[in-house]
């Protein structure tokens, strides 16, 4: 089931979890017109919802190259990387951070193992 909405809305996030066997996050930072304004910090808060939200159900969240690590260093901090594009790969590397600290709650320990896969 594909479904449009917003990432904010709790009570839509709670209902997909509720009847997917995975939610899967293909959002990203909101620059409205142009990479320098928007609201960055939105993306934390949505994406902490669909973390909460999918409490007993795997989040796969698709994006966020920056925080690849290569040799070490992150893609982010590594030397040719456009000033423009790192205030959206430092939020979404602060997303991924959020995401691993997550606690376990109630979750199965298995699943939670399996729950923040992140292929670097």
Sequence with gaps: MALRGNAGNADLAKTVAANADAVVSAIGPNFGSSRESGNLREFIDHTRNLADASSGTPLIVVGGAG???VD???LVDMPGV????????LIVAEALDMLRAQPEGTERPAHRRRRFTVAN
């Design 67 to 69: 925080s690849l690590v």
């Design 82 to 89: 456009p000033d423009t594009h790192k205030p959206w790969a």
């Design 72 to 74: 070490g260093v992150r």
